[in-house]
C-alpha cells in the first residue's frame, strides 16, 4: 500500500511533479481539484462563482477523506488551500499517508502565476504586483499548515528529475 499526497502552493508543481513520479513508481496519480470537478460537473472557477468558496472548502474535504479511505495505491496532488482548512492537515500525519511539501520560493511562484492565474480563483483578478504581495504573504499564513506534512522537499533551485530523485529516495 502506497498513499502519496503531494502539498504546496498554487504553481508549486504539485500536478507536474505527480504525474512524473506516478509513471516512475507505478501508481496512478490523482488531482483533488480534478476530482472535485469531475464531481460537481464544473471548473473549480465556475465552482467558486456560482456556489462560493465555503461549498468548495466542505467538497473538497469530503472528497478528500472519501478518496484516501477508498484507495490503496495512489499519487494525490492537493490544492493549494486543501491542507489550511476543515483540518484537513491531520490527514497529511495519518500513519498510511507519505506527504511531501514542495516548497519553492515567492519569486518562482510569482513568475509561474503571472502566467497562468486565470483558471485560479483567489488570484485571476490581480495585476502582476498585487500578486507577488498577496502570495508573500498568503504563503507565510499557510506554510504553518504544509509544513505539517511528513517530508518537505526544497524544490526552489532543483530541476524536475531532482525533484523527483529526493521524493523516490524517502518512498523506500
Ligand atoms: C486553491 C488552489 C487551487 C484550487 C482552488 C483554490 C488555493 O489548486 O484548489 O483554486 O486555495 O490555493 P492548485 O493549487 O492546484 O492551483
Do not use: W
Not at 38 to 45: A, D, G, P, R, Y
Amino acid at each position: 500500500m502506497k498513499k502519496i499526497i503531494l502539498v504546496g502552493y498554487m504553481g508549486s508543481g504539485k500536478s507536474t511533479i505527480g504525474k512524473v513520479l506516478s509513471e516512475n513508481v507505478g501508481i496512478p496519480f490523482y488531482d483533488l481539484d480534478e476530482i472535485i470537478e469531475k464531481h460537481e460537473n464544473m471548473s473549480v472557477k465556475k465552482i467558486f462563482e456560482r456556489k462560493g468558496e465555503v461549498y468548495f472548502r466542505k467538497l473538497e474535504h469530503l472528497l478528500l477523506n472519501a478518496f484516501i479511505d477508498e484507495n490503496e495505491h495512489f499519487v494525490l496532488a492537493l490544492g493549494g488551500g486543501t491542507p489550511c482548512y476543515a483540518n484537513n492537515h491531520e490527514v497529511l500525519k495519518r500513519e498510511d499517508i507519505l506527504s511531501f511539501y514542495l516548497k519553492t520560493s515567492v519569486e518562482i511562484l510569482s513568475e509561474r502565476l503571472k502566467l497562468e492565474k486565470e483558471a485560479r480563483p483567489l488570484i485571476a483578478n490581480f495585476n502582476d504586483e498585487q500578486l507577488t504581495d498577496y502570495i508573500n504573504k498568503h504563503l507565510f499564513d499557510r506554510n504553518y499548515y504544509y509544513f505539517q506534512s511528513k517530508h518537505t522537499i526544497d524544490c526552489a533551485l532543483k530541476n524536475k528529475e531532482e525533484i523527483i530523485l529526493d521524493i523516490k529516495a524517502l518512498l523506500a
